[in-house]
């Protein structure tokens, strides 16, 4: 049983589109993260939510603690954010549990 | 300010070797967490060590090992090394325990053969 879903597992847009990725989980949390990873493996953290809404340039992160769901947004895509993005949620501490990653090509 | 290092970067061992694997957070952070990715099981969570002690750990047979130094400089350690653990190997820093940002290495990508 995987306590992290992530929906869709591969995902191509053509530049400009809007984008959603979903996450689901099914443990209580401390918070959830966003991760994108470019191949080659470096991963970086896009955002740690506990609550609500947050935004950086054109990504957008919300979280619903009742439903257990977070979304990630990419507002007007771009081929430089073709990457793999992944959900991570930490139940206490530093201890991650991972979705198992969406595949976003973006196509000039 | 320097990000996290991971050395090496890459390691080929055989089956049955052991193999230690070193990771240097960012300074002034204390909490150093590993983690294995395969293509099978994706991100998978190993340890987390604060102040010179694992806090957490993941479900990995005990041949998987863990330390932290004074410095919070972190080394893991697989022993008995089988096919099954070729994998790239992140070790993340963070200031502290609870809601803060993971800064994640370049990883150390080992073949076991």
């Known amino acids: ?108 | 300010k320097a990000g996290v290092t991971q050395t090496p970067r890459y390691l080929i061992k055989t089956r049955g070797q052991q193999v230690t694997l070193s990771c240097s957070p960012i300074s002034g952070h204390r909490s150093v967490s590993w983690y294995q990715q395969t293509p099978g099981q994706g991100l998978q969570f190993l340890f987390e060590y604060f102040s010179e002690t694992q806090r957490n750990k993941g479900n990995f047979p005990g041949r998987f090992s863990g330390r932290q130094f004074s410095n919070s400089r972190s080394e893991m350690n697989v022993s008995t090394l089988e096919l099954g653990d070729s994998a790239l190997y992140l070790c993340a820093s963070s200031l502290d325990r609870h809601f803060y940002e993971q800064y994640f290495g370049p990883g150390t990508r080992l073949t076991v053969t």
């Not at chain 1, 939510?49 to 507002?75: D, M, P, V, W, Y």
């Open chain 1, 1 to 108: 049983k995987n306590e992290v879903e992530q929906s869709p597992q591969n995902l191509t847009a053509q530049e400009g589109e809007f984008i959603t990725i979903n996450c689901s989980y099914s443990v209580g949390i401390s918070a959830l993260h966003w991760l994108q990873q470019h191949p080659g493996g470096g991963i970086v953290s896009l955002f740690m939510l506990s609550s609500g809404k947050k935004k950086h340039g054109r990504l957008i992160a919300t979280i619903n603690i009742q439903e257990k769901h977070s979304s990630l947004h990419i507002t007007a895509s771009h081929p430089r954010d073709s990457a793999v993005y992944i959900c991570a949620v930490t139940p206490t501490g530093n201890q991650f549990y991972f979705g198992t990653g969406t595949s976003l090509t973006v196509i000039p």
